[in-house]
């Protein structure tokens, strides 16, 4: 079976693995189909990525997480990320909403929702459960790009218990509904 990887800013995929946050905003890289970025797997690893990342458009609680590629040429993926929840948002107004609850500034989620001129973003809620230890993979040629998912082939890991409790996910996946004023799309 391949194991799918979902790359994501090196901040973000911080965040998510301490438990910091469970909710990620997604638009897609500039190398996605003509749709955008889809949510097509259920289950994959976190891919954290260093390019592009933009401290700018991070909300300062999580500028201590910045830091530089730890290993330059290797991918260290920290855990494997299960998604609760996906809604397709569709006002501009219900995503910045959604800015507390994730690592993005309500700027960068309206940049996110704006660009290519097709006006939506993904939310995904994702129950997060760190590996036991860090997969490191040599990076490839395949993994470059702005791309979200990269197959990474078979790959075995072993992941611990979810950072937040089943009980804190449910109430995410409400408070987000009731601020989106819609149910999961799952």
């Excluded at 897609?28 to 289950?43: L, N, Q």
């Excluded at 107004?93 to 996110?112: E, K």
Aim: net charge negative; glycine share 6%.
């Amino acid at each position: 079976m391949l194991t799918p990887a979902l790359k994501e800013w090196d901040t973000q995929a911080q965040a998510l693995t301490l438990g910091q946050t469970a909710l990620l905003i997604r638009k897609g890289g500039i190398m996605e189909t003509h749709d955008g970025f889809e949510v097509e797997h259920r289950s994959f690893l976190l891919y954290p990525t260093f390019l592009h990342q933009n401290p700018a458009e991070l909300r300062p609680e999580f500028a201590p997480l910045l830091r530089d590629d730890p290993q330059p040429g290797a991918i260290v993926l920290p855990a494997l990320a299960e998604v609760v929840g996906v809604w397709k948002v569709e006002e501009e107004a219900q995503a910045r909403a959604l800015a507390d609850l994730q690592a993005l500034t309500t700027d960068a989620i309206s940049r996110r929702f704006a660009y290519r001129n097709r006006p939506w973003v993904h939310a995904l809620l994702l129950r997060v459960r760190p590996l036991s230890a860090p997969l490191v993979l040599p990076e490839t040629p395949q993994m470059l790009g702005c791309v979200s998912w990269v197959p990474l082939g078979e790959v075995a890991v072993d992941a611990g218990q979810p950072v937040l409790a089943e009980k804190t996910l449910e109430g995410l996946q409400s408070e987000i509904e009731a601020r989106l004023g819609m149910t999961t799309q799952l």
